[in-house]
Nanobody
Framework: QVHLVESGGGLVQTGGSLSLSCAAS????????MAWFRQAPGKDREVVTA????????YYADSVKGRFTISRANARNTVNLQMNSLKPEDTAVYYC?????????????????WGQGTQVTVSS
């Protein structure tokens, strides 16, 4: 079992920045692939970015490439998402997720563990 707790969401103006953090407990964090998903009202949950257990493989959705950066600190059991140049279309609930298998996935169905979500709102 893995327990995930997100923090750092909030309200920001267009062009601003926010940093999200996800703290994990319950299993060896260094064995987990991690990802951030988001879900806007009326839309499906979508992957934002994912990072494998070692940090050697990273995926970004096209919509966030060049603006968002994922990082992980295995010694602190945390994964972070730095979001810059935010746009109103980035408004969503952001979820941290953990995957216990070897191959990094971008599919929500492959992630067994989820945080409670944190709201990010970008005003125009």
């Amino acid at each position: 079992q893995v327990h995930l707790v997100e923090s750092g969401g909030g309200l920001v103006q267009t062009g601003g920045s926010l940093s999200l953090s996800c703290a994990a407990s319950g299993r060896t964090f260094a064995n987990l692939n991690m990802a951030w998903f988001r879900q806007a009202p009326g839309k499906d949950r979508e992957v934002v970015t994912a990072i494998n257990w070692s940090g050697s493989t990273i995926y970004y959705a096209d919509s966030v490439k060049g603006r968002f950066t994922i990082s992980r600190a295995n010694a602190r059991n945390t994964v972070n998402l730095q979001m810059n140049s935010l746009k109103p279309e980035d408004t969503a609930v952001y979820y941290c997720a953990a995957q216990g298998t070897y191959t990094l996935s971008t599919s929500a169905g492959e992630y067994a563990y989820w945080g409670q979500g944190t709201q990010v709102t970008v005003s125009s």
